[in-house]
């Protein structure tokens, strides 16, 4: 091969390589920092504010913040105008108000969460933003975009034109009554998460109730207000988001009968629900039981179970196939719970924190769900059906159980499925069981003692016997088949004593340890004897 031919090429790599390879001097112009704020540059004329300078001191009370509308470079005197913020800028305790410049045209998640920020003030030339006492909305008004957490007014009142409440607007805030205006549509994405002194929601239409336009109600919008014991919705609702409700204190829901869509967990853990109802007698999407469960137009799917009920038992119906996520998650007074005979699969937390449940049979399910009966502390008994294959991970984390056994149907058995069981004491893997056991199933049960392998064909994975892989000490007996062995990585940290079938200490654990002890015995009398 001819190699000189190579050389033009090589050159062209070589410039090209010092051309384009960025240089720490670029990195260096890419940010630069006036002493309060660093700037991010976003091309020849503009930046964002990026974030504060840090204090180290820890002396800079920056009190109330006014945004600058250009900034000077001090390593070139360039100017720059200053056209928006990258997030959470201003969070930060320290921060009592901010004043936006009037150039500001992009605003990042989180630039406000400061929880002592009591005003957000908009420069009246600003072109993008506008602000109504101290709250900021779009220039137009329809969208209001934040409420400042550390505003102390109790009762907001929304303009008239307002449409649209814009994600996290509300979040966190210290408000206890908002009335919402007629013209209102949507509710976003967390609007009101985490309002905890938020007692009211109304209307113009009356309290305690939605205005008759909103037709969306956002992921987690109302999510943990947990003063929020009343909320009428509008017939004119279209949609619920998942978790609209979740750990609010509502006691009864009723059901529009436009609402097309509900979200996963929409109602999730609201121990006080007492029920569901529908509007009018029949709706198109959904039904309700006589004890006020809701479910699909068919009865198929069960969506949601009423947290609250007082009742302690429930059966569902054969001809359920399908329970919606958490759907009976955190109720209180449920014992026991029989399910019908067209439940194969349940799903991720549908159980979870059903504190009273005592017994459960699972006769035709064939997979249990992620942390299906997690914190279920009063389980202490489960059947598992000749059916089940699949127990996934973390399915009964922190439940009352004290024995468990796993028949041969099983085929895998997942991480954490029975972790942190404080009161289990046996495990028993029947004779023909296949299972494959996955890392520290049985992590933290502390009181775990025995476990019971009587058959050939289980499969301990790395860790999947190590009861205590948190640095303390302990032992567990594994009682085995003669010829079955124990991975050594299955113990992890755990010290397992294996027991050996037909093995022992002592000759006496077999029949021919027997004959061989009596044998003994009356050699060592006839000795004695002859002595």
């Not at 840090?54 to 945004?67: M, S």
């Not at 956002?218 to 609209?244: R, S, W």
């Not at 567990?476 to 050996?500: C, H, M, Q, R």
């Amino acid at each position: 091969m001819r190699f000189y031919l190579l050389i033009p090429l090589i050159v062209i790599a070589a410039v090209a390589l010092v051309l384009f390879t960025p240089s720490s001097e670029a990195d260096d112009e890419e940010r630069f920092d006036d002493g309060t704020f660093v700037y991010l540059v976003k091309n020849d004329t503009e930046v964002y504010i990026d974030e504060l300078v840090y204090d180290e001191e820890g002396d800079n009370d920056l009190g109330y913040v006014t945004i600058p509308e250009t900034v000077i470079r001090a390593s070139d005197s360039k100017e720059f105008r200053i056209v928006g913020l990258s997030g959470y800028v201003f969070f930060r305790d320290d921060i009592t108000g901010v004043r936006i410049n009037k150039y500001i045209r992009a605003l990042g998640p989180g630039d406000f969460d400061g929880p002592n920020i009591a005003s957000i003030d908009v420069d009246p030339d600003n072109p993008y933003y506008t602000d109504d006492e101290g709250v900021l909305f779009n220039k137009t008004k329809w969208n209001l975009i934040r409420y400042p957490q550390g505003k102390t007014t109790e009762h907001y009142i929304f303009p008239t034109m307002v449409s649209s409440v814009e994600r996290y607007a509300f979040s966190y805030t210290q408000v206890k009554i908002v009335t919402l205006n007629s013209g209102m549509v949507r509710i976003g994405y967390c609007a009101f998460e985490h309002c905890y002194s938020l007692e009211h929601v109304n209307a113009a239409e009356g309290p305690d109730k939605l205005p008759s336009s909103v037709a969306l109600i956002g992921d987690y919008a109302f999510n943990q207000c947990v003063k929020l014991t009343k909320l009428d919705l509008p017939d004119e609702l279209e949609m619920i988001g998942t978790e609209a409700f979740g750990k609010t204190n509502i006691e009864e829901v009723k059901i529009p009968e436009n609402l097309a869509e509900i979200g996963t967990m929409a109602f999730y853990d609201c121990k006080n629900l007492k029920r569901f109802v529908l509007t009018l007698d029949y709706n198109d999407k959904f039904s309700v039981d006589e004890y006020g469960v809701l479910y699909n137009l068919d009865g198929t799917t069960l969506i949601a179970y009423p947290a609250g009920s007082e009742m302690t038992e429930y059966t569902i119906p054969d001809r359920v196939t399908d329970i919606r996520v958490n759907a009976f998650s955190g109720c209180q007074k449920l014992e026991t719970i029989y399910l019908g005979k067209g439940m194969t699969t349940l799903p991720t937390g549908a159980f979870a924190e059903c504190r009273s449940l005592k017994t459960i049979t699972l006769d035709k399910v064939l997979i249990i769900g992620d942390y299906c009966f997690s914190e279920c502390d009063s389980l202490e008994e489960v059947t598992f059906g000749s059916t089940l294959y699949y127990i996934s991970d973390g399915a009964f984390y922190q439940s009352g159980l004290k024995t468990v056994s796993f028949g041969t149907s099983i085929g895998a058995i997942g991480s954490h499925s029975f972790g942190s069981c404080v009161n289990l004491e046996t495990v028993t893997f029947e004779a023909d069981c296949e299972a494959k056991v996955e890392p520290l199933t049985f992590a933290g049960c502390d009181n775990l003692t025995s476990i019971y392998v009587n058959g050939y064909d289980v499969q301990f994975g790395v860790d999947s016997l190590d009861v205590y892989p948190y640095g303390i000490p302990g032992t567990v007996d594994v009682y085995i088949k003669n010829g079955f062995s124990i991975p050594a990585d299955a113990a992890g940290l755990t010290t397992l004593n294996i027991i050996e079938e037909g093995k022992g200490p002592y000759p006496y654990e077999n029949l021919i340890g027997v004959v061989f002890c009596v044998i003994l015995i009356i050699a060592i009398l006839a000795f004695v004897r002859e002595v």
